[in-house]
């Protein structure tokens, strides 16, 4: 991907398949670690994070092999005969998944792990380890609660009470490192969890594993009971779900310069970010849903030179990574839309509130940010003959791209390659669907 991609106003036609999601995939890596024996992913991502989850996996001890079908087999043992002093290093890329999950399981281990990271995860709060670790005896060291971390386990699963207001992420490392542990009669109590439907996916894909999941009291605690077994599975195969973050922006796509068909999906999915079809359908724009394919075009004609899509109100908070493909739906809409949950953005790639509110500024679109509200002003039109720049964040990259579709003319994109975090064939499937860009 070259460094400025320039998309021209384009509509969009024809049918994709969802990229892999990055959450079931992470998830599935972490799981395949714990569960030991061999496990089969099939639909495996290939986003930068993915990738560097299956490195961290090799990291600590499993083997990963290509099959012929394009499925991953990842056979994981314990690890044996680390006796040498210097310790193994982790690197999780930008990965703000992985390095919130993978570090209490690698604190499994009983010995030195040194835990990197790159670009903005070098930025990122890990107070949480300093805190909670020392707790569950495992020795830590980081950089004023910054990347990079020192840490020596073994862990010892005890009770614990965690503050789950920054991410739900650091819960799913406890609750995976945990069940590799063997807990018994343990609690995980949690006060502010957010993001409560990726806690469901966690539990789900803990299952699919054979693990030992526990009890669930209300998403305020966690209990791991003495007499749970996890099952013994001799092969897991575990299918990698459509990913609806990616996805979103595809939706909207087609809300805005459809109509297309996007396929791949679960709408039974536990993934937070399928909310998006709430926002779209207070639109008015044409959408059906079906088990395995959504149809999404946008709702006739403009009246008066403005869009016929209604504006929306959306609260965010379970799903931030929604508030970018939902500002380039706003942008659109005839009249104001409200996001809640401006406060779950602050540590993301950017800090995605201002960043929103600045790039999109260079398109004309007014947003104000209010407390925890951020309101987008829509209708007025998005300004063409423009450059943005994606500040290292593939999904404001993602949401330029798609809000370019139906600018007054052509929106350039600076650091375009941002979107291999997440999506690297983001630029190939919306030349699929017909959309003009040039390098």
Not at 347 to 364: C, D, P
Request: net charge negative.
């Amino acid at each position: 991907i070259p460094y400025t991609v320039t998309i021209l106003p384009s509509k969009v036609h024809g049918t994709l398949t969802a990229p892999a999601s990055k959450s079931s995939m992470q998830r599935a890596c972490a799981a395949a670690l714990v569960r030991g024996g061999v496990s089969r992913i099939v639909n495996p991502g290939i986003s930068n994070d993915d990738i560097a989850s299956l490195g961290v996996i090799q990291s600590l001890g499993a083997e990963v092999a290509s099959l012929q079908d394009g499925s991953l087999q990842v056979h994981s043992g314990k690890r044996k005969n680390v006796t040498q002093q210097k310790p193994i290093e982790i690197n999780f890329g930008e990965s703000g998944l992985g390095i919130r999950m993978f570090t209490s399981i690698a604190a499994i281990e009983d010995y030195p792990i040194e835990i990197i990271g790159e670009g903005s995860l070098i930025t990122r709060p890990m107070d949480f380890f300093d805190e909670q670790l020392p707790k569950l005896q495992v020795a830590i060291t980081s950089n004023n609660g910054k990347l990079p971390l020192s840490i020596q386990g073994p862990l010892v699963p005890k009770d614990i009470e965690i503050d789950g207001s920054l991410s739900s992420q650091f819960l799913t490392g406890l609750l995976l490192a945990y069940a590799a542990a063997d807990a018994s009669d343990v609690t995980i109590t949690v006060s502010n969890l957010k993001s409560k439907p990726y806690v469901d996916l966690t539990l789900k894909v803990m299952a699919d594993f054979g693990l030992k999941v526990p009890e669930n009291r209300d998403y305020k605690a966690f209990y791991f009971a003495a007499d749970t077994k996890k099952k013994q599975i001799p092969l897991v195969e575990y299918h990698v779900e459509g990913d609806w973050s990616g996805a979103a922006f595809l939706l909207v796509a087609g809300a805005l310069a459809g109509p297309i068909s996007v396929k791949g999906l679960d709408v039974q999915s536990t993934q937070a970010d399928k909310a998006v079809l709430k926002a779209l359908a207070d639109t008015g724009c044409v959408l059906s849903i079906q088990n395995n394919q959504i149809d999404i075009g946008p709702n006739g004609t403009e009246h008066a030179g403005k869009s016929a899509l209604k504006p929306f109100q959306f609260d965010a908070t379970d799903c931030p990574d929604l508030f970018p493909p939902l500002v380039a739906l706003a942008a659109y809409c005839n009249g104001t839309s409200v996001i809640e949950g401006v406060s779950r953005l602050a540590h993301k790639e950017s800090n995605r509130a201002l960043t929103l509110q600045e790039e999109f500024a260079k398109l004309g679109v007014q947003i104000d940010l209010q407390d925890n509200l951020m309101l987008i002003k829509g209708g007025m039109g998005v300004l063409g003959n423009v450059t943005a720049h994606s500040r290292h964040d593939h999904r404001i990259a993602m949401a330029l791209a798609v809000a370019a579709l139906v600018a007054d003319g052509p929106i350039s994109i600076d650091e375009a390659a941002a979107v291999k975090k997440s999506y690297p064939n983001f630029y190939r499937h919306l030349q699929d669907l017909g959309v003009n860009l040039r390098p």
